[in-house]
């Protein structure tokens, strides 16, 4: 059974950092491309983070909001993807959830989300 895993999420004060992980299984994870979403309270689920593939040359996009804090990486031998999240602010609070996506959509795995929240 496909599935994919986050963890990683707490609480953390403004300024602070974080490292989500999602672990893929059950399927080709390599080939899929990889992306990072975020649902904060009554809001909208949006993209924050992607990665392609290595076919496409593990090519990175971000959210405009968390340029030059965030960094998606991924770890083809190990299954996994990260979201390395640093300077947070209050408004990074969100549940964060994973998706892997093979050919924009044919194929697609969520997961059920870790939750960050920022705050002193």
């Known amino acids: 059974q496909a599935q994919v895993v986050e963890s990683g999420g707490g609480l953390v004060q403004p300024g602070g950092s974080l490292r989500l992980s999602c672990v893929g299984s059950?399927?080709?994870?390599?080939?899929?491309?990889m992306d990072w979403y975020r649902q904060g309270p009554g809001k909208q689920r949006e993209l924050v983070a992607s990665?392609?593939?290595?076919?496409?040359?593990?090519?990175?996009n971000y959210k405009d909001s968390v340029k030059g804090r965030f960094t998606i990486s991924r770890d083809d031998a190990k299954n996994t993807v990260y979201l390395q999240m640093n300077s947070l602010k209050s408004e990074d609070t969100a549940v964060y959830y994973c998706?892997?996506?093979?050919?924009?959509?044919?194929?697609?795995?969520w997961g059920r989300g870790t939750q960050v929240t920022v705050s002193s």
């Open positions: 998706k892997a996506d093979l050919q924009a959509g044919r194929l697609v795995y």
């Open positions: 059950g399927f080709t994870f390599s080939i899929y491309d």
């Open positions: 990665i392609s593939s290595d076919i496409d040359g593990y090519t990175t």
